[in-house]
């Protein structure tokens, strides 16, 4: 079973940067698509940012320019380097992984694995 764990969460002021990090045991990121969704209190869950293979990348218009989706050369670890943080950031923010889609693809019923969750806080 694919798990992945989170980490890198925290509390910044606005305009902080933060860097979240995902791995899965018995996992080896492939071909098919990881993502980053966050869930703010009283609000829908949402995607934030997704990569498949070598060159699919879609961010949500939000985050475009402030956000970056990687992994590492071992492909084992998903990483968010988060800059210029904003106040409606604010949420936990979860790790998917797919297991048979190959586009960047912000939609969650395409995702098959959750972590649980990691939480990102900025203050005004």
């Known amino acids: 079973q694919v798990q992945p764990v989170e980490s890198g969460g925290g509390s910044v002021q606005s305009g902080g940067s933060l860097r979240l990090s995902c791995t899965a045991s018995?996992?080896?990121?492939?071909?098919?698509?990881l993502a980053w969704f966050r869930e703010a209190p009283g609000k829908e869950r949402e995607g934030v940012a997704s990569?498949?293979?070598?060159?699919?990348?879609k961010y949500r218009d939000s985050v475009q320019g402030r956000f970056t989706i990687s992994t590492d050369n071992t492909k084992k670890t998903l990483y968010l380097q988060m800059d210029n943080l904003k106040p409606e950031d604010t949420a936990i923010y979860y790790c998917?992984?797919?297991?048979?889609?190959?586009?960047?693809?912000?939609?969650?019923?395409?995702?098959?694995?959750w972590g649980q969750g990691t939480q990102v806080t900025v203050s005004a």
């Open positions: 998917a992984i797919s297991r048979d889609v190959g586009v960047a693809t912000l939609y969650a019923q395409f995702y098959h694995y």
């Open positions: 018995g996992y080896t990121i492939s071909i098919y698509a």
């Open positions: 990569l498949a293979g070598e060159s699919f990348i």
